[in-house]
């Protein structure tokens, strides 16, 4: 059946108004999903993008470029836990990158890119705020201009090497999110420099927990996560045990990204989240948490939070980079 327009986007309305509840996607923090938009047009459909996250943009934007992001006054790190602090407070929201599948799209086709800064989840947080400091890094677009180039940065960190398709493009797992980053100069990942421990364990939790996800429901799509998830297996997550925390913190820096490696069979990590320096030298948390609802910074410090978060057994760490055609 061919859903029209209207029919796609009543839908959409229906299911961001109603208490949809699935099972619980690959992260505990329901990775990567922002707020949908329809796949009628995939290649952009700002129906759902609203003045408040434009008028954001311009802000945040405006907030770096005035406090000399180009003049060099920030790492990339530390600029983007600048945009996060200005996000603080916003609501967190899962499940919606979902949204169109639930509403009849295709995973075979081309995904919509979606994009809020009015709603996060721990992922899309984290590329958000990296996507806005590159954006502001960069040549002094306003208006849609700036839109595009925020859109842009959004699309080159979801998406293997940068290049959206499909739902099997999108990076899934987080380690290989930290890893497709880092080849095209993103990120570094610096575990393996703190004195990380290698995990080795196959990444399977898609496949063999396919009812969770609804693209899944494709055995063309079924095949081809599986496949990437063996293709994952060559790739070395270096994870610091929790105990080791506060004897690395020295090496950790305000800004980078720092990803909560999980017990979960099959499963790589269950949350991600940037480190956050305070006034007092104090290593935090600031992310986008699924308890308590809002974007925060943690009063616990980065320790105290991976003790406390369920099935974690340490963390990954990266640093972020300008990336090509930004710094």
């Not at 505990?28 to 949908?36: F, I, L, M, Q, S």
């Not at 009849?104 to 081309?110: D, H, K, L």
């Not at 100069?185 to 420099?193: N, T």
């Amino acid at each position: 059946m061919t859903l029209t327009r209207r029919e796609m986007l009543r839908r959409l309305a229906a299911l961001t108004a109603g208490a949809v509840v699935l099972p619980a996607p690959l992260f505990g923090c329901a990775p990567g999903e922002e707020r949908a938009m329809a796949p009628e047009r995939p290649d952009r459909d700002d129906t759902l993008v609203t003045d408040e996250d434009r008028e954001r943009l311009e802000a945040w934007v405006g907030t770096l470029r005035l406090e000399g992001v180009r003049e060099g006054s920030f790492t990339p790190g530390e600029a983007a836990v600048r945009v996060g602090e200005k996000a603080a407070g916003t609501p967190y929201e899962a499940f919606t990158l979902e949204a169109y599948l639930r509403a009849g799209g295709s995973p075979v086709r081309t995904e919509p890119l979606t994009l809020s800064l009015t709603r996060f989840d721990c992922v899309s947080l984290v590329e958000a705020c990296l996507a806005i400091a590159r954006v502001a890094r960069g040549p002094a677009e306003t208006g849609d201009e700036l839109w595009e180039a925020f859109a842009r940065e959004m699309e080159r960190q979801r998406y293997r090497g940068g290049e959206r398709g499909g739902y099997v493009t999108r990076l899934h797992y987080f380690s290989e999110w930290l890893a497709d980053g880092e080849a095209r100069g993103l990120v570094r990942r610096i575990g393996a420099d703190l004195g990380g421990m290698p995990d080795e364990r196959p990444l399977r939790f898609m496949s063999e927990n396919r009812e969770s996800y609804p693209a899944l429901a494709d055995d063309r799509v079924l095949e081809e996560i599986a496949e990437r998830e063996r293709a994952l297996d060559a790739l070395t997550r270096h994870v610091i045990p929790t105990a080791r925390i506060d004897g690395v913190t020295d090496g950790i820096r305000s800004g980078d990204v720092v990803a909560f490696a999980t017990g979960i069979e099959g499963l790589d990590v269950s949350h991600a989240a940037f480190a956050y320096r305070d006034g007092g030298g104090v290593v935090r948390v600031l992310h986008a948490p699924l308890t308590g609802g809002v974007v925060e910074i943690t009063d616990s410090t980065l320790r105290q939070y991976t003790a406390r978060t369920r099935r974690s057994t340490g963390i990954l760490v990266a640093r972020p980079e300008w990336g090509p055609g930004v710094g």
